[in-house]
């Protein structure tokens, strides 16, 4: 089975710039949760999206940032403008709604953001 | 007061040792909670997950869960140097959300 897929994997801007964030989740897989890790820290949740509704969007800067999962499976997160604060590494992660999984969490391989 | 709390570390343990993991939290409605191990410049890997007191086990790694006090540990028997890694701490509260400790870093040396 795919994991989950996340591109770009690096990426370097500079402030004021806009960038963009891929995910392809797990098949078979309705929530999709992005995170922001900064370093020495746990991730932190950004948005949730249950299928193609963002059921959790209370964490998400949305002054500057924004996301979409138009057909429910794909996602997008977006960064317009960016700022030196933003360097972090952008994680996408994915689960069932299996109710014997308890919301077990697969996480992509990342994208580092580097604000210069 | 944070939600999710673990012990600070690094922890430095011998080739062959138990290293044991702690981590709190603070609210008595959490249900699911997991460990994931995360390997320098890598993302979170999932490798337990516990729901119901006590110990649940899977090869060298044994989790165990204390609702009443709010703790859960993880403990790694016959550790390895490739289990020198960052272990992070995750509590499922309430509508799937899950919240992070900051983790805690395990070198084992050889």
């Known amino acids: 089975e795919a994991g989950v897929v996340q591109s770009p994997r690096y990426k370097i801007i500079e402030k004021k710039q806009p960038v963009a964030f891929w995910c392809n989740p797990i098949?078979?897989?309705?929530?999709l949760y992005w995170y922001r890790q900064n370093l020495g820290q746990g991730p932190e949740l950004l948005i949730r999206?249950?299928?193609?509704?963002?059921?959790?969007d209370s964490q998400l800067p949305k002054d500057r940032f924004s996301a979409e999962r138009l057909k429910g499976v794909d996602s997008t997160l977006k960064i317009q403008p960016a700022e030196l604060g933003d360097s972090a590494v952008y994680l996408c992660?994915?689960?069932?709604?299996?109710?014997?999984?308890?919301?077990?969490?697969?996480f992509g391989p990342g994208t580092r953001l580097t604000v210069l | 007061q944070k939600e999710v709390e673990q012990n600070s570390g690094p922890l430095s343990v011998p080739e062959g040792a138990i290293a044991s993991l702690n981590c709190t939290y603070s609210?008595?409605?959490?249900?699911?909670f997991f460990w994931y191990r995360q390997y320098s410049g890598k993302s979170p890997e999932l490798i337990m997950s516990?729901?119901?007191?006590g110990d649940k086990e899977d090869g060298r790694f044994t989790a165990q869960l204390n609702k009443a006090s709010q703790y859960v540990s993880l403990l790694i028997r016959d550790s390895q140097p490739s289990d020198s890694a960052t272990y992070l701490c995750?509590?499922?509260?309430?509508?799937?959300?899950?919240?992070f400790g900051a983790g805690t870093t395990v070198t084992v040396r050889a």
């Open positions: 098949s078979g897989h309705n929530t």
């Open positions: 516990i729901y119901s007191n």
């Open positions: 995750a509590v499922n509260y309430r509508d799937y959300k899950l919240s």
């Open positions: 609210d008595r409605g959490s249900q699911s």
């Open positions: 992660a994915s689960s069932s709604r299996d109710s014997s999984s308890y919301n077990e969490q697969f």
């Open positions: 999206y249950e299928n193609e509704e963002a059921v959790d």
